[in-house]
């Protein structure tokens, strides 16, 4: 199986950076995700890792260390509009060929003034 | 791009009914489509992998008999809650894999259809 482990709630005051951190246990190893998702909507693709490394995107950045299964989500410049839940997602090729997810329970993130 | 449907997006219906919900890719082909359910304040949980012109595979724990999956083409792939009853409330969410652009594990998302079974 696998375990993805990331905090329940993180706050922040807008113009600030929050990094969201993500651990994962598995058995094999394709690939992390992560995803935004606000309130009664379903989740938008922010960014995919499957090298070790940083990938720069805008404001947001995803980390991989795939020797120590982490991960993490650096919001820059916060605004209003980035108060979501961000949810960390594991594929494992090795386990299943369809290339399924597996989600952690997601990060609220609570931007305030 | 890589714009995914789902319709309705809310639907409310009496215990013992059934409900189907469509989930379209609208500008690409989606060989496999997969189907999400999400409680509140809790994360997404995959219920089956829908694969264009086969069989569902369902995760452990999910009736297949309650849970009716079909995947006729490319871009369409329903799911039929039967005799829902009103633990079967939640947001049901559907993702597609478009193996030409990108990485070809990316899923996008439809927007989610809330069933609310009275």
């Known amino acids: 199986g696998q375990n993805i482990d990331q905090p329940t709630e993180m706050t922040a005051t807008e113009g600030a950076i929050v990094q969201i951190n993500c651990t994962y246990q598995t058995s094999g190893f394709n690939g992390l995700f992560w995803y935004q998702q606000h309130a009664g909507e379903a989740p938008t693709f922010l960014s995919y890792?499957?090298?070790?490394g940083l990938e720069e995107k805008g404001r947001f950045s995803s980390f991989l260390s795939r020797s120590k299964g982490y991960s993490y989500l650096l919001l820059k410049e916060l605004q209003m509009k980035d108060s979501a839940s961000y949810l960390c997602?594991?594929?494992?090729?090795?386990?299943?060929?369809?290339?399924?997810?597996?989600f952690g329970a997601g990060t609220q993130v609570v931007v305030t003034p | 791009g890589a714009v995914v449907s789902q319709h309705p997006s809310r639907v409310i219906c009496k215990s013992g009914t059934s409900v189907k919900i469509e989930c379209r890719s609208l500008d690409f082909q989606a060989t496999t489509m997969f189907w999400y359910r999400q409680f509140p304040k809790q994360s997404l949980m995959l219920m089956a992998t829908s694969n264009e012109g086969s069989k569902a595979t369902y995760e452990q724990g999910v009736e297949k008999d309650k849970f009716l999956i079909n995947h006729a083409s490319l871009t369409l792939s329903t799911l039929t809650v039967t005799s829902a009853h009103p633990e079967d409330s939640s947001f049901y969410i559907c993702?597609?894999?478009?193996?030409?652009?990108?990485?070809?594990?990316?899923?996008?998302f439809g927007p989610g259809t809330r069933l609310t079974v009275l």
């Open positions: 890792n499957v090298l070790d």
């Open positions: 997602a594991v594929i494992n090729r090795e386990a299943d060929s369809w290339g399924k997810l597996q």
């Open positions: 993702s597609a894999r478009d193996r030409l652009r990108g990485s070809t594990d990316t899923q996008y």
